[in-house]
């Protein structure tokens, strides 16, 4: 085996080549690190719910709750991060180790789509990155952006202005490169409808009609991180989670769902839109705001936005 070779494939040589701020690096890293802990709670865990006892008789957190304090922790032991918001918190949160000027804002997702756990279905852990102590800024301020998915294979895929990048968990605990520059064709073939047909707004049913004509094929596991990653290493596609009659601003997050998602897809050549605007344009003054969903490759994004002006 080339050991050269072999080292110069893992995450934190890749930042380091890519030439990425260090304490911007020590993020991601950290984050990759974290997920490695997520990954082994996932997959070694009882499968018990909060609020109950383990074996040894202590309160059990759920799996979205344990994802949630590893990841924290792990992004204040970098002493780059200023502030962080999660979707398990309430509230921006402050951190006090922070010891140099030049410090980061992280939003994250500990684990997106947990209930599909249960189900033994693939779940993920989004963040987003923005330079400075302020965690709600619009998506276009980001400064870099990830994702882990925990699937068959556990991959976390990264971008911080210079292509999207994926990286493969190895059996000795290392992410190893397995893709770089990944880009997305002008069009794809599959498409991921979220929400209740039932409850489609009109413009929203004639696009979904539109992609089931042109022959699109259905790919939704329910999971956004899945859904998304199919649709980015497939080269094409759109997922989609519109607003609809009981739901007018759709269910998808800004902060830590969509933004850091918008950011990749577009890096890598694709589109986000609400249906009116990018995703990475609208502000973002909430923890809890909401956005209706066009994600994807650029020709379906568009063709999406045709029915709404
Ligand atoms: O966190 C939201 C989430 O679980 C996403 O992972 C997923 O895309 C979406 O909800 C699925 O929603 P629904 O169950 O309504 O299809
Ligand atoms: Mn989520």
Known sequence: MNIKKHVKRGLWNHLMKSGV???LASIIYEVGVASKY????????DLGMAGTSNLYGEDQLALDVMA???IKDRLDHTGRVSRIISEEQSEI????RLNRTGGYSVCYDPLDGSSLVDVNLSVGTIVAIYAGDDPLQSGR???GAMYVLYGPRTTLVYGTGNGV?????NSLGEYVLTREYITLKARGKIFSPGGVRRDYLPEHEKIVQKLEQDGYKLRYSGGFVPDINQILLKGGGLFMYPATTTAKHGKLRLPFELNPMAYLIELAGGAASDGRRPILDLDCYDLDQRSPVYIGSR???ELATQYFT
């Open 21 to 23: 701020e260090m304490g």
């Open 38 to 45: 997520v990954n082994h709670a996932m997959r070694t865990g």
């Open 68 to 70: 949630d304090e590893i």
């Open 93 to 96: 949160v402050i951190f006090e």
């Open 141 to 143: 301020h980001q400064v």
């Open 165 to 169: 990048h994926e990286f493969t968990l």
């Open 299 to 301: 020709e379906e994004v």
